[in-house]
């Protein structure tokens, strides 16, 4: 909240000298924090210190300076402008480095006088959540106050550190003392148990944070970070909520405006083509699971017609069916069939890019056969999605295809969507639909 605003600033100092390089100061600012941002320096870190993070801040400073300048020679064939521009980029780069300073000792004061700090509950009661728990009692410049551990019933009488629940509670304990934080220690569970704790709805909306397993090791990206040399390492967002689903959501919406302008004679071909295949309706309506768990109605174009309701909701492949007309079968191989889901999309039942939409009845009993399935069912389901174009369609193992989903959800990007959607295309193509 406070280093973006400064960077800012700081970027845009030059303007206060000359208006001559706008264009080229607008440019280098923005460019800079897009550089910034993805090198991982707006994240959250416990250990402050400049020092730290001056090695990876000049480096993009001069980078995006670089691309700047070299554009700015391009266009103006100048030495005299491109040098005074340069000095503005000078400039603004030697501020940001000041405002940085600044910032960082800022935010240790508000950190060590208890003005900014955030309620953390360690999970794991061991020899490393027991240390823990005494380094942020002892140093509140880690901005975080500890307010208890929760662990496995088996450790409840192990003799460690004192726990104030077990994971059992940890729902009701993050409501209770207003938790913000969550930090991974050494729980006496597997981390499969662990995960089912906190991707429930009040767990995942608190910060993660965990220890690595194997001490000494270091991430390859970017530069560590540790509380009193306890490496600790910062978990992504595991729900797609907050920034991260505001860009979803608005790329969501844009792609499927666009789609339906670029693709509305097809949808009329297509319109056409299922009347003359099979009569009136040619809009084929079925209720689905969304996101949260939420059934909403999808539409498709009709590509057969079931003998009944039961079977629909029930029957798992119409690929070799009998009842599928040529015009259907090509409509589903080419996936035309499932354009009209661009309206769910728009509606925000649906996103362009998530897991495969299902029936109740499946939901249902894919939920019980298989732990993970279920935390599927995170982020809204997509028009496409990584399963389907990692060949997971038809009958594929059902396990496959939620470890794909959840993969995709908690690594999640805009790039990783922009691949998916290419990969869709190239599929289709190659009609290589069901």
């Not at 767990?203 to 530069?223: E, F, I, K, M, T």
């Not at 499932?338 to 649906?350: A, K, S």
Request: aromatic fraction near 8%; include cysteine.
């Amino acid at each position: 909240m406070l280093v973006l605003p400064v960077d800012l600033a700081a970027l845009l100092a030059p303007l206060l000298l000359s208006q001559s390089y706008w264009r080229g100061t607008l440019a280098n600012a923005v460019l800079t924090v897009a550089i910034f941002a993805t090198g991982g320096l707006y994240r959250a870190r416990r250990h402050l210190s400049i020092l730290d993070e001056l090695p990876s801040l000049c480096g993009r400073l001069l980078a995006s300076g670089a691309v700047v300048a070299i554009i700015a020679a391009e266009r103006h064939d100048s030495v005299p402008y491109v040098s005074g521009f340069m000095r503005g980029v000078a400039l603004s780069a030697g501020l940001v480095i000041i405002g940085r300073a600044c910032t960082r000792k800022f935010t240790l004061l508000a950190r060590k006088r208890r003005w900014l700090e955030h309620n953390a509950i360690i999970v794991g009661g061991g020899p490393v959540g027991v240390e823990l728990a005494r380094l942020l009692r002892r140093y509140p410049q880690y901005g975080l106050r500890f307010v208890g551990c929760v662990d496995a019933p088996s450790r409840q009488d192990a003799g460690g550190l004192p726990l104030i629940g077990t994971l059992n509670d940890l729902e009701q304990l993050v409501r209770l003392v207003e938790c913000e934080v969550l930090i991974i220690a050494d729980p006496d569970c597997p981390d499969a148990t662990v995960m089912e704790f906190l991707l429930r709805p009040v767990s995942a909306r608190c910060d993660l944070w965990a220890v690595p397993r194997l001490w000494g090791s270091r991430s390859q990206a970017g530069y560590p970070d540790h509380v009193g040399a306890i490496p600790i390492v910062q978990i992504g967002d595991i729900t797609l909520s907050g920034p991260r689903w505001a860009i979803k959501r608005a790329s969501d919406v844009v792609l499927a405006s666009l789609a339906l302008l670029a693709l509305s004679p097809l949808l009329l071909l297509c319109v056409v083509a299922t009347f003359l295949d099979g009569g009136r309706g040619v809009f084929f309506r079925q209720e689905r699971i969304g996101r949260y768990g939420k059934p909403f109605e999808v539409i498709k174009f009709r590509s057969m017609r079931p003998v009944n309701e039961h079977e629909s909701q029930t029957n798992w492949s119409i690929a070799h069916d009998r009842r599928v007309g040529p015009i259907g079968r090509f409509m589903r191989r080419t996936s035309l069939d499932e354009l009209p889901q661009l309206w769910n999309i728009l509606r925000g039942e649906m996103s362009v890019v998530g897991p495969r939409p299902e029936r109740p009845y499946f939901v249902e009993k894919f939920s019980a056969e298989y732990p993970n399935y279920a935390m599927r069912h995170r982020v809204p389901v997509g028009l496409t999605g990584l399963a389907q174009v990692s060949g997971l369609r038809g009958d594929t193992p059902i396990s496959d295809r939620a470890r794909f989903d959840n993969y995709y959800i908690e690594n999640w990007s805009l790039w990783l969507d922009v691949k998916v959607i290419l990969r869709t295309i190239a599929e289709v193509f190659r009609a290589g639909g069901r």
